[in-house]
Every structure is written in C-alpha cells, then in structure tokens.
C-alpha cells in the first residue's frame, strides 16, 4: 500500500483519537480486550507447545504416568486460557456495540452542536453547508460501519500481534519471515479487494444503464415507436453490448483475482517451506523441539488467514476515508463564532482603551471584561455595511439608526432592500463587515453573548415549527427557565393565541403529524405560537420580521393589538410589507437599494411625498379598487389597512 493510501486511513485513526478523547475509559477498555486477546496467543500457544513436547517423549518412552502428572500444568493453562479467551470474546462483543452506539450518539450530537453554534452568516455559505450535509450523512449509520470495520482490523492486528510474537520466540529469523510473508500476501490481498470494490462501483452504474435500456425495449409504448422508427435492434444490441462489457470486465476481475490468490499462496506456501526448512535444520542440531516446530507452524498458518480476513474492513475504511476526512474536517473546523471572535476583539478593544499604549491584557482578563447590557434598551447602528461571504457588493451600506428605548420602529422596502440582513445584524445574529451595533452605547462585541441573547426576542416569517407539544412551542422561548403553565398562557395569549389550548386539547397535546394523534396546525396557527414563544421572552428588544405573512386579516388585526400591548415599554422593530401597521409606528424607517433612503412618522413621510409615500398610494389603491382611487392622495382618509 503506498503512503498516500496509508494517508487516507490516517482520518480513522483521528476519529477513534476523538472518540478516545470523549470516552477515554470506554475507548481505553474496548482497545484493552483485543490487546489481552492477541497477548493470550502466547500462552495458548506455548501450553501447546509443552503438549506436544511430552507427547513426542511419551512416544520416544517415557513413563506415560510421569507425563501425564507433567502435562498437567500445560493442560491447566490450555484450558484457562482458552476459557478466559472464550469470556473475553464475549465481552468484547458487548463492548463494541456500546463503544459504537456511544461513539456514533456523541459524534451525532458535536455534528448537531456545531451546526448550531456557528455564526449564522457561515450556514449561509453554500460550501459550508454541503459540509455539514456531508458530516452529517456520514456521522449516523456510515459512523457504525467503519467503528464495525475498525473494530475488526485493531482486533485481528492484536492476534497478528500474538502471532508474530509466537513465531519471533521460536526464531527471530522466523519471525522475519512471517512479517515479509504477511506484508506482500496482505497488500496484494488489498489491492485486489480495491480494484474489485471499484469494478463493483463501475458495473453498478453500467447496470443502470442495461436496466434502462432492457425496460426501454420491453415498454409498450416504446416499443410501437421504435418499429416505427426501425431501432429495435439498435437498442437491442445496445443492450447486449453493455452487457458484454460488464460480463467481461466481471471475467477479467475474477480472473485477476485468481491470478493474486495463487500468487499469494504461492507467497505463503514459500514461507512456510522456508521456515519449515530452517525448523527442520534446528531440530537436527537440537537448538528446536518438535512442539515448537507446531505452534510455529499453526501460527503461520493463522496468519496467513489473517492477512485475507483483514483485507476487507482495510479496504472498506480506505473507501469512507474519504468521508470521515469530511467528518473530522468538520468537527475540527476552528469555531470562529460570535462569542469566540467576541472574546478576541473585546480582549483587544479592553487593551486598547485600559491598558498604556504597547501593553495587552491576557486572555483570561479579556473574557473577564465582557459587560452586561444595558437596562434601557437603545439600540445604534452606527455607520453599518454588511457583504454576504463570496458576494462583491455590500447589501447594506453605511447604515446609522437609533432605536430609542420605548420607540416601536417600522422597517420598511421593497423586495431585496436589505430588511432581513438588517434584522439579523441587530440580533447579533451576523456582525457587521464594516461599523459597529451597540448596545446603552456598548458595542455589541464587547457584550456577553448569553446576556445579550437574554434580551432580545425575535419572531421570523420563515418561523419554526416544533412538532412536539403545544406547551413546548412556547416553552422554547425560553428553554432555560422551564416556563409555568401561567406563564405560558400568558404569551398564548398575548400573541392572539388563547384559544389554542382548548383547541389542541391541553398544553401537552401533541402537535404536527410526526407523532401519532397529533393535530396539524394552519400557517397562521404555527406563526402565532412564533411569536407566543417571542412574547414568552419578555425581553426588552423585540424583533418581528414579516409575523404576519401566513395570518388571515382577522388574525392579523388580532395580532397587531397584541403586538402594541407586547410593544408597551420596549424597543420595537418590525419588518412589513403592509403599510397599513408601519403607519401606527413611531417612526417608519425606509430602506433602498441597502441605504436607509427615508426616516420618519406616516404624516411627514406622506407629506414628503417620496418612496414611502409611492408605496402606500400604489397599496392604497389596490385595496380601493381603481373607481375608488381616482388619482387622490388623500390616503388616510380611505385606507383601512387591517
Ligand atoms: N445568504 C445570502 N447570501 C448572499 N446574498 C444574500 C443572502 N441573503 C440575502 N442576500 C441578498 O441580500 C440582499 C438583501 O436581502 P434581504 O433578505 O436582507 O432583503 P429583504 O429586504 O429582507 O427582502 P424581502 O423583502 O424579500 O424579504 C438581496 O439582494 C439578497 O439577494
């Protein structure tokens, strides 16, 4: 096997270092079984060795009652060791299953965790995702199979291990013999499993290719066109010459396959031979006796057999290789997310601003500086640009925007504007590429993260739906806290929801179709349990990206009023397209082309008379219908925007 090939198997031996790091004692036992099992070799083998030795005396005439009161020790042993190695067998089998079933649980759960825990402009990258696809798809049932073919190779290495052992104490010459011996049988016993996997891959796809055409000849439809056309036999023969290629590319591998094993046996039988020989020339002078000859000859024997049974999971773990590299890549990607970068920049800016120029401070005083948010709530972006990874325009540019505490703020713009960008940059959920967020006047880098998300609650129109319980969908809005039935009723209803218990048949009623009994929610339905779990937060930043989207106009009048109660006191944003909410804002914000373009109330906006007030004419006039619009401007008086 060539260093590159050794290379791919390098990724197995990183995982079981990783699962050895997350499970040192399981990992350090389930290793510790098949390395007592290839040590045991030795004393099987030299209480057989004993064994013969006495029966080769007996039958040179010795007094059998003597041997039988000597053998009795070896037979002792033997029969421990086989006993103890039959036990250790079994264990062995319950401590893979666990080792897998826990390796592949705890690789699942850093894949899961880790897929949450980057920074949400990453999971947009497209790359970024397709890793996680991949590390994903490879971490459940793919992960079991290579600890299985894992587990398989370490333990027929253990008994190699023994094997050699047993030979080398006989002669280290033998022991040499063996090793070339095992080393040339197993690499062409490896390629050839290689090449045949491959071919296997190759007729796969030739397979679907003569399945295709075998179905194409046979469909009656087809078939009245293609005598029409004349291409029967054309297909026919394209059939059969698929066929042919496949049968004789199958000819040619069993032939090759042939060719190795008698090469390999070849290999092997000349080993033997030759230590038979050396054995034998030992016995003559004495410096051998018959029962090393043996064992020395079984554990040949045995190995040789090795060398073929462990070909297979050698040669399956260096096809996944290549998706546990994916998989370790992965995991081993640096977390360069919100609250490490945080740590980074807070470090440098507390330096900066505490510290002498020339001088830093640690890292552990830098994670100590993080601050707590502010109790008011006014939130500025100052002079904020945002460009999606791989994009060469900034989305939003050169965006400043205070929201006071208290102020309900409308984002308004049309498609593409840059509204959700804006929205996930004032969640901290994307950092700014140029500017800064802040908080009371903190940077929002130098804020700890967990006490910053505390303040903050968002509802999104693409929103999720758990299909778990109905007091969980709420619940989730806070996770920590384990909200109290009162407690979640309250946001049911203040999200306009509070006949959805009675409907559902209690707060533990099942919701969704996954599990059995569940009652399917509407659109609407799912969305006002969004923004029940965003009213469950009670945080002084309320966010609400499009929460409107899938609710009927009676449920959206609904949720409007529980909007302006739930809005009472904080700092309020909400993205709309309709204008008829952005109206009762304090203050509508229009954003064009990723600039905020206009600023101000309904009135002055109108009066302005500039995109605001183009966009509220051109949606006025269609819910007044053309003979109502008449060109007028007069939107107030006619427009009844819920
Ligand atoms: N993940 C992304 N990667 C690259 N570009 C993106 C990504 N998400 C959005 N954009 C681009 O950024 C621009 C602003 O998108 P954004 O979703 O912020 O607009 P919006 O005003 O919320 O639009 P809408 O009203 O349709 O929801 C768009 O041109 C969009 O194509």
Not at 157 to 173: D, I, M, N, Q, Y
Not at 538 to 562: G, N
Not at 578 to 586: C, I, K, N, S, V
Not at 602 to 631: I, S, V
């Amino acid at each position: 096997m060539s260093n590159h090939s050794l290379s791919k198997l390098k990724h197995v031996a990183r995982l079981i270092f990783r699962i050895w790091q997350a499970m040192p004692m399981l990992t350090t036992g389930w290793l510790g079984i098949p390395l007592l099992l290839g040590a045991l070799v030795i004393p099987a083998y030299g209480a057989q060795k004993q064994l013969v030795d006495l029966f080769v005396e007996g039958a040179a005439g010795r007094a059998w009652g003597e041997l039988a009161g000597l053998a009795l020790p070896a037979l002792a042993m033997f029969t421990g060791v086989a006993l103890l190695r039959a036990a250790l067998a079994a264990w062995q089998n319950i401590w893979d299953t666990k080792l897998r079933d826990r390796a592949s649980i705890h690789i699942q759960t850093e894949v899961h965790q880790r897929a949450v825990s980057v920074p949400l402009a990453r999971m947009d990258d497209p790359a970024y995702y397709d890793r996680l696809q991949r590390a994903e798809s490879v971490a459940g049932e793919e992960l079991l199979g290579v600890l299985q073919n894992a587990i398989a190779c370490v333990r027929l290495l253990c008994e190699l291990g023994g094997l050699v052992a047993v030979v080398t104490f006989a002669h280290p010459a033998i022991g040499a013999i063996l090793a070339v011996v095992f080393a040339v049988s197993f690499a062409i016993r490896l390629e050839s499993d290689l090449v045949k996997r491959r071919l296997n891959r190759d007729l796969t796809a030739s397979g679907r290719q003569s399945d295709y055409l075998r179905d194409t000849v046979l469909e009656p439809r087809t078939v009245r066109d293609m005598r029409l056309s004349g291409s029967t036999d054309y297909l026919i023969g394209k059939w059969s010459e698929v066929m042919g290629r496949s049968l004789s590319l199958r000819m040619n591998a069993n032939r090759r396959e042939i060719r190795h094993g008698m090469i390999v046996s070849a290999v092997q039988i000349a080993g033997l031979l030759a230590a038979m020989m050396w054995m034998a020339l030992q016995l003559q002078s004495g410096g051998m006796t018959a029962g090393t000859m043996v064992v020395v000859f079984q554990a040949m024997r045995r190995a040789h057999s090795i060398s073929g049974r462990m070909a297979w999971p050698v040669g399956k773990m260096y096809i996944q290789s290549a998706k546990i590299h994916d998989l370790v890549e992965f995991l081993q990607e640096p977390l360069d997310g919100v609250e490490s970068e945080t740590e980074v920049e807070v470090g440098a800016r507390a330096g900066e601003r505490r510290h002498p120029a020339g001088t830093s401070i640690s890292p552990a005083e830098s994670a100590l500086v993080r601050q707590q948010p502010g109790t008011a709530g006014r939130i500025g972006l100052e002079g904020v640009s945002y460009t999606y990874g791989g994009a060469s325009e900034p989305v939003l540019r050169d965006i400043r925007l205070t929201l006071e505490p208290g102020e309900t703020v409308a984002l308004v713009g049309e498609n593409g504007a840059g509204k959700s960008t804006l929205v996930n940059i004032l969640l901290g959920l994307y950092r700014p590429s140029a500017g800064r967020v802040t908080w009371d006047g903190v940077d929002y880098a130098e804020l700890d993260p967990a006490r910053l998300r505390d303040c903050i609650s968002a509802a999104f129109q693409d929103f999720v739906r758990f299909e778990t319980t109905l007091r969980d969908n709420v619940g989730f809005g806070r996770p920590e806290a384990r909200a109290a039935d009162q407690a979640i009723r309250r946001a049911l209803e203040r999200s306009g929801a509070a006949g959805m218990e009675a409907a559902a048949g209690g707060l533990d009623a099942r919701l969704g179709l996954v599990s059995e009994g569940g009652r399917e929610l509407s659109g609407g339905q799912w969305q006002r349990l969004a923004i029940a779990r965003a009213a469950l937060r009670d945080a002084q930043l309320l966010v609400l990206d499009e929460p409107t989207a899938a609710l009927d106009p009676q449920h959206e009048t609904e949720l409007y009023r529980s909007f302006r109660a739930l809005a009472q006191g904080r700092t309020a944003l909400f993205v709309s397209h309709r204008l008829g909410w952005a109206r009762f804002a304090d203050r509508i914000v229009v954003l064009q082309g990723g600039r905020i373009a206009e600023e101000g109330t309904h009135e002055t906006l109108l009066a302005a008379d500039g995109a605001y007030a183009a966009m509220f004419r051109a949606q006025a006039a269609w819910y007044r219908g053309p003979e109502e619009d008449g060109g007028t401007t007069k939107h107030d008086a006619v427009y009844s925007p819920l």
